[in-house]
């Protein structure tokens, strides 16, 4: 029970059928180790993983005469296995032509892209912007050509000296 907690445990089948738990002398027949041997744990102890070995692949081994059965199982897996190869070679063919359409895409697109920013800068400036600022040149701000009597006008001037009104 501590080996195997459930019951269901296959485990539990396989050790009942070994029964209860036989010396490796009584397996053996006496004298098959030799008492006087400084190994002979580890031979008993070999030899009872052996014995065990021997039980499990019996009872869990198939019937090797049944070749025919082998065989054929054998080929079925085979042409699965063959079947999914195949599969797995045409996914990778349209994954290939996938891959190279998206690229061509790329390709395109890039092109396109590069074409706009080339007319983007060879096209005159948009409204409010003169030639010369596109170009990186900055404009000359006209000069103002004001009267006396304008700037007194607006408070510039308090008194002109001189000079009628007019001027």
């Known amino acids: 029970d ?3 907690p459930e019951h269901g445990d296959p485990l539990h089948e396989l050790l009942k059928d070994l029964g209860d738990i036989p010396t490796v002398e009584s397996l053996l027949g006496e004298g098959s180790v030799d008492a006087n041997d400084p190994h002979a744990d580890q031979t008993l102890s070999q030899l009872n993983k052996t014995e065990v070995s021997l039980t499990l692949t019996n009872k869990f081994d198939l019937d090797k ?3 025919g059965a082998n ?3 054998g080929l079925l897996l ?3 296995r063959k079947a999914e190869l195949n599969k797995l070679r ?3 063919h ?3 032509s996938k891959t190279a359409f998206y690229e061509e895409q790329i390709d395109y697109y890039q092109q396109y892209i590069r074409t706009c920013l080339d007319n983007l800068a060879t096209k005159a400036p948009g409204p409010g912007k003169k030639a010369a600022e596109v170009k990186g040149k900055k404009r000359k701000v006209p ?3 004001y009267t006396a009597a304008r700037l007194q006008e607006k408070g510039v001037l308090l008194d002109i000296e001189d000079l009628p009104g007019s001027q």
């Open 90 to 92: 045409a996914t990778l």
């Open 94 to 96: 349209r994954m290939d």
């Open 78 to 80: 085979r042409q699965q």
């Open 2 to 4: 501590s080996l195997m």
């Open 143 to 145: 000069s103002l050509n």
């Open 71 to 73: 065989n054929t199982r």
């Open 65 to 67: 005469s049944d070749d």
